[in-house]
């Protein structure tokens, strides 16, 4: 029988044309007979009958063995990725029986090996590539799993029947389903719910990696209970496993009972990982574990609802980590990170809704504005229905859909009857692309203070003269001893324009947008002095933290336009929150770090100034000199005062006091070469410490370290991607491009492996971004080459990593020319894969 050829089509589909199946499957019978390169996989589909119309399965690169309908052989219509079959009973038996070769899967997509494991990912349509099914999240269906290998561990989701023999009771769509099989070990616990359900805990790593799992164990069982406390959620199975694989597109995956995970997000040792690992860690852990419910019991409609479990779930895991972290630095560090992946993405050509409208290949669409910015968005309904609001939208959610496949309308109308709010306005939000503008001028005139707020949202792809969103503005005021007179309070911003009047007997300070409560960028020429006083007492941690950011952003821009100089007044603010033994290590890092240079791009050219990349690296070196040299004589004594006495502990107490010291390392190292660097990486007893030392003896230009880091740590694949990632980002800007183009031809770089190509490819374009834009267009032919080799293995991961070339239209024109050369190249190329093919017809549009 034919087989089922990869599909190549570049089909736009639209959220517009959703109909539900006319024949749907509601139990799924699975054997597979697991080889490498003849896997046979059998399916028993029991279908129903719920309109009129053929039924259409996918199938993706399948060698169909037999088709029967009702024990029937079948000769069916195969129409490259679909079968179709017409005149139908209206309740029916389906059997199928295809042949697929999991090891010349590089996609990483469907059923495929890693390191000798079998492993599945199912999400978005990784299932077609597994056997012939209606391949759609709204098609939820029980699974009874059999597997036959010659391996000690066969997982499947649900519970376990008998060896190999799984059954899943709760009615899901294919792609959370999971298979795993191999020779593993699992560390194991177990959790009794609030209803009394005794939970088996399990992860599983190959042998060998056993003492690198008991913090994702933790963080594992502070999930479930934080579930149960706060959104009343208990788990449903008397298992839960967690599987780490090396071989991963994404970080995790959060299949029905049995997650996958990137085994970057589940080892960690004090020896092999860093804080931020940890906090990774701790956070997908926490982020997998949510979807069960956000995700599995109540799904998507279709994948332009993909936000209706990821923005949720984002948003869940931050709150989970804001109570296991602390409020404030987890908060600045997510709005770090929505600014640096989302605000980019929302000003380029790659912007689009947090519900898109079209897509050509939903695996484009995994990106930071459905996740970050649908975060965000569910923050705000929060901010504006209040805290009881959304607990009474929430429990009418679980209460009336659980079970169902649903719709972002169908989410909002439960807080629109919870609370008798019209949601018709924040709706919005979900339609609408771009980062709003919100532009605040202040006056003060006879004892009134008058704030003008005004706001437009701005053209991006498809879509210009956008409405007036709801903007939820957290606010404050203060007085000029720094002493708050207005706490903080909500005003909803549902107009273009708006005024706010304040009696008041001398002109207030404010502290505008607290809390980020909106994600919009803010405009606000706000006095050198004002922000001082927010910097140094302002109630709201957010605002005290932007503050000392606007005031940094300024003077780096003007260094970056206009050549200038950094005062005193500033460097003397800076040194102070420096040395201010009183403040939280951790804020004080995050005070310390000087925006991004791709930051400074963006705001350079939204500011229209064309960002000259190398100008920009300068001017942030300037200023890091410039503190440290007014810090010097502190330097020592700080770094003294961040010890974290005893055994490496993960805690946030202790990783604030780490990112200090190596902030404080950083600033050190352009005083003395890297001596205390040096130093410091040979007294090192954990890896956080390891690696700022080690980036800062790189940052001084000593290449020799890395020498002596491989030699210690070549066995160990998660540690080694630190050290090529590291090498790259932390090379001087013209000598990026050669350091990352050598180390792809070093024996350990396997660019099949997502996280190592990740690590070379990204040390680059992220991590060097001057060693990136070099202005002879090395890194943009370097990353053109690389994204053209991988797309023929693995699309996927290939498509993600082209987003370097993004911003392209910010530069000059002598580098747009040179990137549109590359995109040009790429899309003049025959055999492109569909996730690529679109990405770069959407940054040449
Ligand atoms: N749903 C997962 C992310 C994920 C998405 C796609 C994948 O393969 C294409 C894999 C994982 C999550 O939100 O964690
Ligand atoms: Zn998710």
């Excluded at 195969?78 to 070769?101: K, S, W, Y």
């Excluded at 574990?289 to 995700?295: A, I, P, V």
């Excluded at 502290?511 to 706000?526: C, D, I, K, N, Y």
């Excluded at 100034?609 to 190398?614: F, K, L, R, S, T």
Aim: glycine share 6%; net charge negative.
């Amino acid at each position: 029988m034919r087989d089922a050829a990869p599909d190549q089509s570049n089909q736009t589909i639209y959220l517009r044309d959703y109909a539900p199946v006319p024949v749907t499957v509601t139990h799924v019978d699975l054997s597979f007979r697991l080889d490498p390169k003849a896997t046979r996989v059998q399916a028993r589909l029991t279908c129903a009958r719920q309109g009129p119309g053929d039924m259409v399965l996918d199938g993706e690169g399948l060698k169909t063995i037999s088709v029967a309908i009702d024990g029937t052989a079948i000769t069916p219509r195969i129409d490259g990725d679909r079968m179709i079959l017409t005149d139908l009973p209206d309740a029916f038996l389906l059997e199928t029986e295809v042949e697929i070769a999991p090891q010349d899967n590089t996609a990483l997509s469907g059923l495929y090996m890693s390191n000798g494991m079998y492993c599945t990912q199912c999400e978005a349509e990784g299932f077609r590539r597994i056997t012939w099914m209606l391949d759609r999240p709204d098609v939820m269906a029980t699974y009874d799993v059999e597997i036959e290998a010659d391996l000690p561990v066969l997982l499947s989701n649900g519970d376990e029947k008998g060896a190999g023999r799984w059954h899943d009771p709760w009615p899901k769509p294919t792609y959370l389903f999971a298979l795993v099989a191999g020779n593993l070990v699992a560390t194991s616990d177990s959790f009794t719910t609030s209803e009394g359900r005794d939970v088996a805990l399990n992860v599983w790593v190959r042998p060998g990696d056993e003492g690198r799992t008991s913090y994702a164990l933790d963080a594992l069982k502070r999930s479930m209970l934080w579930d149960e406390k706060v959104y009343g959620r208990a788990y449903d199975l008397s298992v839960f496993n967690i599987v780490a694989v090396d071989d991963f597109n994404m970080g995790a995956m959060e299949n029905k009972g049995l997650n996958v995970f990137n085994s970057r997000y589940v080892l960690a040792s004090p020896e092999t990982a860093t804080d931020a690992d940890y906090a990774n860690i701790e956070r997908i852990v926490a982020h997998e574990y949510f979807h069960n419910w956000t995700g599995n019991r109540i799904t998507c409609r279709d994948w332009f609802q993909l936000c209706l479990k990821e923005g949720l779930t984002v948003f869940r895991d931050q709150q989970f980590s804001q109570d296991a972290r602390g409020f404030a630095t987890q908060r600045i560090g997510d709005i770090m990170t929505l600014r640096a992946r989302q605000f980019r993405e929302d000003a380029g050509p790659l912007a689009h809704p947090v519900r898109p409208e079209s897509f050509v290949e939903i695996n484009n669409f995994y990106t930071a504005t459905i996740y970050e910015k649908g975060a965000e968005v569910i923050g705000m309904l929060r901010t504006l229905v209040g805290a009881e609001g959304y607990d009474a939208g929430v429990a009418l959610y679980f209460e009336r859909h659980d079970g169902q496949a649903c719709t972002i309308e169908d989410w909002l109308a439960c807080f629109a009857e919870a609370t008798g709010r019209d949601l018709s306005q924040f709706m919005l939000w979900y339609r609408q692309a771009g980062t709003p503008r919100l532009t605040v001028t202040e006056d003060f005139n006879n004892g009134v203070y008058t704030l003008d707020l005004k706001q437009t949202v701005p053209d991006t792809p498809g879509q210009t003269n956008k409405s007036p969103m709801t903007l939820p503005l957290a606010y404050g005021l203060l007085d000029a001893t720094g002493t708050e007179i207005r706490p903080t309070d909500v005003f909803e911003m549902t107009d273009r324009a708006a005024r706010l009047s304040f009696n008041l007997p001398e002109k207030p300070v404010l502290s505008m947008l607290r809390g980020f409560s909106a994600p919009v960028v803010l405009e606000f020429a706000q006095s050198d002095a004002d922000r001082l006083i927010l910097l140094a007492h302002d109630t709201d941690p957010f605002t005290r933290w932007e503050a000392g950011r606007a005031l940094a952003k300024d003077r780096l821009m003007r260094a970056v336009a206009e050549g200038a100089g950094f005062d005193a007044g500033w460097i003397d603010a800076v040194a102070t929150l420096a040395t201010d033994a009183d403040a939280d290590p951790a804020f004080r890092a995050l005070a310390l770090a000087l925006p991004s240079e791709d930051d400074l791009a963006a705001s350079l050219h939204g500011s229209g100034v064309v960002p000259d990349p190398d100008a920009i690296y300068i001017a942030r070196r300037a200023a890091s000199h410039a503190i440290a040299t007014r810090l010097a004589s502190d330097l020592p004594g700080l770094r003294a005062a961040c010890a974290t006495p005893g055994a490496y502990d993960p805690r946030a107490e202790d990783a604030g006091k780490r990112s200090l010291s190596a902030t404080l390392l950083r600033l050190q190292t352009l005083l003395d070469g890297g001596a205390a660097a040096r130093a410091a990486y040979d007294a090192a007893d954990n890896m956080t410490d390891r690696m700022a030392a080690f980036t800062c003896v790189l940052d001084a230009g000593d290449t020799e370290v890395a020498a002596r880091f491989e030699a210690d740590w070549q066995h160990d694949r998660l540690v080694m991607d630190k050290w090529f990632m590291a090498q790259v980002a932390h090379a001087a800007p013209n000598d990026a491009v050669d350091v990352a183009s050598k180390l792809t031809a070093h024996r350990d770089f396997d660019p099949g492996n997502p996280n190592r190509f990740r690590a070379v490819i990204g040390g680059l374009t992220a991590g060097n971004p001057a060693g990136f834009h070099r202005a002879d267009g090395a890194g943009y032919a370097f990353l053109a080459d690389w994204l053209l080799r991988l797309d023929k293995a693995n699309p996927q991961t290939t498509a993600r990593m082209s987003t370097a070339f993004d911003s392209w239209r910010r530069f000059d024109a002598d580098r747009q020319d040179l990137i549109r050369t590359q995109l040009d190249r790429m899309a003049g190329t025959e055999g492109l894969s569909r996730d690529l093919g679109e990405m770069v017809a959407r940054m040449l549009a």
